[in-house]
């Protein structure tokens, strides 16, 4: 479906008839079929228990995308919905209230549906209140927001293919005291069709998520660097959690014994 945060792939195209998920990047993101957005992408939010905290969300849809006049105003829904990593790092969501950890039965928003005129924008006022008596540590819920408008009509024997966008922001709910402790617990190397893929395997035994950065190294017998890989930001690494990432390395190496 879509990245973990702190990713963002080029699009890909969707199956006819099918919904396109749109990964929104902590400021956001623009739709090229659709022309909307919505930022931020993501949203962290301190609240202690027995209060409330209340941020916005922007949505925005461009006059045109590419050239081409879009429709002057389009029809948009709000949602919301769980999130979480699965153990390689991939991001998963699902029914609202299902998932550990879930933070979507304090959040109420408001407007969940309305009308948006091309080149305008709309706020979506969002207030999360955490219960009395809740543990400390990082909760997770999503919104997402997607257009409504139908379809243009099909001419007869003439087939089309419709794509609609989905676009999330991702809300962290942190509950205080937080705590972080990651450590690496394991390092392998292996090859797959013919690419070195690095896989480190990571544990935060903390209750709140680490965002960190990786980088490698390879070094020869003879302790010279022959491959170095400058750092990148590495998947979000939630609390209470462990996560093997494959790390592909674009180079290729001589026969040899290297660390």
């Given at each position: 479906?879509?990245?973990?945060?702190?990713?963002?792939?080029?699009?890909?195209?969707?199956?006819?008839?099918?919904?396109?998920?749109?990964?929104?990047?902590?400021?956001?993101a623009?739709?090229?079929?659709?022309?909307?957005g919505?930022?931020?992408?993501?949203?962290?939010?301190?609240?202690?228990?027995?209060?409330?905290?209340?941020?916005?969300?922007?949505?925005?849809?461009?006059?045109?995308?590419?050239?081409?006049?879009l429709?002057?105003?389009?029809?948009?829904?709000a949602?919301?919905?769980?999130?979480?990593?699965?153990?390689?790092?991939?991001?998963?969501?699902?029914?609202?209230?299902?998932?550990?950890?879930?933070?979507?039965?304090?959040?109420?928003?408001?407007?969940?549906?309305?009308?948006?005129?091309?080149?305008?924008?709309?706020?979506?006022?969002?207030?999360?209140?955490?219960?009395?008596?809740?543990?400390?540590?990082?909760?997770?819920?999503?919104?997402?927001?997607?257009?409504?408008?139908?379809?243009?009509?099909?001419?007869?024997?003439?087939?089309?293919?419709?794509?609609?966008?989905?676009?999330?922001?991702?809300?962290?709910?942190?509950?205080?005291?937080?705590?972080?402790?990651?450590?690496?617990t394991?390092?392998?190397?292996?090859?797959?069709?013919?690419?070195?893929?690095v896989?480190?395997?990571?544990?935060?035994?903390?209750?709140?998520?680490?965002?960190?950065?990786?980088?490698?190294?390879?070094?020869?017998?003879?302790?010279?660097?022959?491959?170095?890989?400058?750092?990148?930001?590495?998947?979000?690494?939630?609390?209470?959690?462990?996560?093997?990432?494959?790390?592909?390395?674009?180079?290729?190496?001589?026969?040899?014994?290297?660390?």
């Amino acid at each position: 479906r879509y990245p973990p945060p702190g990713g963002q792939p080029p699009r890909k195209p969707c199956l006819p008839w099918a919904l396109c998920v749109a990964p929104a990047s902590q400021h956001g993101a623009q739709a090229g079929a659709q022309g909307f957005g919505v930022s931020p992408g993501r949203i962290e939010l301190e609240v202690k228990p027995g209060t409330e905290r209340t941020t916005v969300l922007v949505v925005d849809y461009g006059k045109e995308e590419g050239g081409k006049e879009l429709p002057p105003n389009i029809r948009v829904v709000a949602r919301s919905e769980d999130w979480g990593l699965k153990a390689n790092g991939e991001l998963i969501t699902a029914d609202a209230g299902t998932l550990p950890r879930s933070a979507a039965s304090w959040m109420i928003f408001s407007p969940s549906e309305f009308t948006v005129a091309a080149g305008t924008k709309q706020t979506i006022r969002i207030t999360i209140s955490v219960p009395e008596g809740t543990k400390p540590g990082d909760y997770y819920a999503a919104l997402y927001i997607e257009d409504r408008n139908p379809p243009p009509p099909t001419k007869e024997n003439n087939p089309q293919l419709n794509i609609r966008y989905r676009f999330y922001s991702l809300i962290y709910v942190m509950v205080p005291q937080l705590t972080r402790k990651g450590e690496l617990t394991n390092l392998a190397a292996n090859v797959e069709a013919g690419k070195i893929i690095v896989s480190p395997t990571l544990k935060n035994t903390g209750n709140s998520r680490i965002r960190g950065t990786h980088s490698v190294e390879i070094r020869d017998e003879a302790d010279r660097v022959v491959a170095d890989f400058p750092k990148k930001e590495a998947t979000v690494l939630l609390g209470d959690s462990e996560m093997t990432l494959k790390i592909p390395l674009e180079h290729t190496l001589p026969a040899g014994k290297y660390k």
